[in-house]
């Protein structure tokens, strides 16, 4: 597409004027032709809107004849005290001041300011990370950014594919990797705890293997199917437990475990903002991995301003988390 395209929206009105029959072919217009009009609005003088657009007096001269052709009018006319402009150019001189600040920002942005940055951005991750990163990301966006919003969507299959087709800005979740296309930063680290309501008889005696097994359990399973980590120690043991009720959402795990004796196995950060009146946790009676929450954008992003911004706002966020917990 033409740049010229893109720009026409800024100078449409502009060129066609109020009041004016005649009309241009704005994606066919020399966006250089405006700020020789410019120049010449407000210096007066050939000579000196040529000095000042960097041109020879014969060059804009040129353009001034283009200009009067493109706008229909003599735009300028010789006078003992210089070009004096003509109504037409006169009508033209606040419009054209204001396009031409429209074009110059939209060229040069200028520095991201998010005290008055207007903008979304989406996140594609599961409610692990809603649950512990948007309170905080929310509380200092409102501090700092008020303008700026979150659209939260599903993880999905293939996140990274939501990073290349556009659909999402950062992509928070573990096991990414880094490619040529996507940059990854880890965000921090959790391990897992074993969960239950406060009074379980579970936590009344030292949890071993044997023991956890026989409990009854609640699975958080995204895709509602499958086994996890524990089940596979517990098949190395000889061992089977009874997953009693699996679900998609962490968001619901304490509600289900004070409600019954179900436990479950999650991750510790999570434990850590259940109410410690309702839950309680103990050490798994196994040797339990960590796993690492990262973020993921694609490198289409590393040169704006906005992104770097909130990628290190997201870093500030996850340094909170460790900090605290």
Partial sequence: MSPNLRLVPVVRQLIV???????????ALDLNLLIVLEALLEK????RA????????????????RLRVTFG?????????GMLPTPRALELEPELRLAMASLRRVINPGAFDPAEAKMTFRIATGDYAELLMLPPLLEVLARRAPFVGITVVPIASNPIRRLEDGSSDVVIAPFLESSADVEVDALFDDGFVCAMRKGHPAARSRLTLTRFARLRHLLISPEGEGVAYVDHVLARAGLSREVVARVPHFSVAERLLVASDLVATLPSRLVGQMSK??????????????FGMKAAWHRRTLASPAHRWFRSLLAEVARGLTASG
């Fill in 17 to 27: 004027g109020r009041c004016y029959i005649h009309t241009v072919d704005v994606a």
């Fill in 73 to 81: 009018d003599p735009l300028f006319v010789r006078s003992a005290a």
């Fill in 44 to 47: 007066r003088s050939v000579t």
């Fill in 277 to 290: 009146a309702s839950v309680t946790s103990v050490r798994p009676p196994f040797e339990t991995r960590t």
């Fill in 50 to 65: 040529a000095k000042q657009v960097g041109l020879s007096q014969s060059a804009l001269s040129s353009a001034l004849g």
